[in-house]
T-cell receptor, first 113, second 113 residues
Framework: KNQVEQSPQSLIILEGKNCTLQ??????????LRWYKQDTGRGPVSLTI?????NTKSNGRYTATLDADTKQSSLHITASQLSDSASYIC????????????FGAGTRLAVHP | NAGVTQTPKFRVLKTGQSMTLLCAQD?????MYWYRQDPGMGLRLIHY???????AKGEVPDGYNVSRLKKQNFLLGLESAAPSQTSVYFC????????????FGSGTRLTVV
């Protein structure tokens, strides 16, 4: 069964600190892996997209890594800001059929001053 | 450039009532999708469209119908609302089959009482 699992479910950090969010997936066939940021009451917004051959991709203070062998990804946030408070969703795209997206349940991050 | 616009943003329905959610995109995207987001779960695909005049079932299509009469609009209908359809509904559009440039609307929060 295609699944995307994220950990932790929620996380609280202090402003300025770094954090790493985890994503494990069992999706086949694999096409790409995405990280989205979802602010409260808003739709998800894409942060990074990585294909099978990419190990790391950055978007400002966000850096995503992908290990296709172990089927794991992480999202590292550097020097967190209050505006980073949001849910972060890992999404794996399967190349079977209509390019189905399998969504993780997300990690809810709260950055406190 | 508005991107993906969903209306309404909030709605309360009584069990058995019907309603239509509207999704409009101004990016000339071919692919459009309707998802629902429930607490503790990843987004789940309800229906999707690969072009004007086409629709197809996703992962959780029961109780919903869709139409794509115009390329820019994708309508989601609930013929007889049930409390189990209480959720946040997101529309998304994409430029290509591989879903790069996937853009979400800001969501519709629906409560069925």
């Amino acid at each position: 069964k295609n699944q995307v699992e994220q950990s932790p479910q929620s996380l609280i950090i202090l402003e300025g600190k770094n954090c790493t969010l985890q994503c494990n997936y069992t999706v086949s066939p694999f096409s790409n892996l995405r990280w989205y940021k979802q602010d409260t009451g808003r739709g998800p917004v894409s942060l990074t997209i990585m294909t099978f051959s990419e190990n790391t991709k950055s978007n400002g203070r966000y850096t995503a890594t992908l290990d296709a062998d172990t089927k794991q990804s992480s999202l590292h946030i550097t020097a967190s800001q209050l505006s980073d408070s949001a849910s972060y969703i890992c999404v794996v795209s399967s190349s079977g059929g209509y390019n189905k997206l399998i969504f993780g349940a997300g990690t809810r991050l709260a950055v406190h001053p | 450039n508005a991107g993906v616009t969903q209306t309404p943003k909030f709605r309360v329905l009584k069990t058995g009532q019907s309603m239509t959610l509207l999704c409009a995109q101004d990016m000339n995207h071919e692919y459009m999708y309707w998802y629902r987001q429930d607490p503790g779960m990843g987004l789940r695909l309800i229906h999707y469209s690969v072009g004007e005049g086409t629709t197809a079932k996703g992962e959780v299509p029961d109780g919903y119908n869709v139409s794509r009469l115009k390329k820019q609009n994708f309508l989601l209908g609930l013929e007889s609302a049930a409390p189990s359809q209480t959720s946040v509904y997101f529309c998304a559009s994409a430029r290509t089959e591989k879903n790069y440039g996937y853009t979400f609307g800001s969501g519709t929060r629906l409560t069925v009482v």
